[in-house]
């Protein structure tokens, strides 16, 4: 089972601010298959990020995707309000699904 | 609009069982794999079980494997999740999820809380 480490585990930024989230995997990830979610208090998640850098539907473009292997990297170039949340990573492969224990982007 | 809708879920002794539905409209059901994934109280996202579109293939986390059975009833456009033999730890907020590109998750439902406790 492929273990994905988040970091780091609190992200204290301000609104405007570039925020950089990691996500490491204890295993090569197959065809890119790891995606991005953000969830709110209360609410589901929502997928940001699939195939590691594609953008799901209706998602701002200052939401951006990269990497590959075993390192990802989730970017938002200007925090907005609304953006402060808890993120998830999550891979597949070997028909088995994991996720990251997250990051929480608060307000500093 | 893509709608996920779960029930079932409720206060359960340790050991008893409790089966949660996923109620879904918008997409042709038939067309997509569905899971569950559950978030104990506080806590991170935990991938449980997976069915394949036409249900001839199911996966399970291995927490969970002997214990849980997911079904679905592509007619009724309708997910299931048989648990058995529940544990304390089983406590969470169960959510039913649509498979999208790459192994990921497009729409998910509101989810419904199962507490395990005596």
């Known amino acids: 089972e492929i273990v994905l480490t988040q970091s780091p585990g609190t992200l204290s930024l301000s609104p405007g601010e570039r925020a950089t989230l990691s996500c490491r995997a204890s295993?090569?990830?197959?065809?890119?298959?790891l995606a991005w979610y953000q969830q709110k208090p209360g609410q589901a998640p929502r997928l940001l990020i699939y195939?590691?850098?594609s953008r799901a539907t209706g998602i701002p473009d200052r939401f951006s995707g990269s990497g590959s292997g075993t390192d990802f990297t989730l970017t938002i170039s200007r925090l907005e309000s609304e953006d402060f949340a808890v993120y998830y990573c999550q891979q597949y492969g070997s028909s088995l699904w994991t996720f990251g224990q997250g990051t929480k982007v608060e307000i500093k | 609009e893509v709608q996920l809708l779960e029930s079932g879920g409720g206060l359960v002794q340790p050991g008893g069982s409790l089966r949660l539905s996923c109620a879904a409209s918008g997409f042709t059901f038939s067309s997509y794999a569905l899971s569950w994934v559950r978030q104990a109280p506080g806590k991170g996202l935990e991938w449980v079980s997976t069915?394949?579109?036409?249900?001839?293939?199911?996966f399970d986390a291995d927490t969970v494997k002997g214990r849980f059975t997911v079904s679905r009833d592509n007619a009724k456009y309708t997910l299931y999740l048989q648990m058995n033999s529940l544990r304390v730890e089983d406590t969470a907020v169960y959510y039913c999820?649509?498979?999208?590109?790459?192994?990921?998750?497009?729409?998910w439902g509101q989810g419904t809380l199962v507490t395990v406790s005596s």
């Open positions: 069915i394949s579109s036409s249900g001839g293939s199911t």
């Open positions: 999820a649509k498979a999208a590109a790459a192994g990921s998750f497009d729409y």
């Open positions: 295993q090569s990830v197959s065809s890119s298959y």
């Open positions: 195939a590691a850098s």
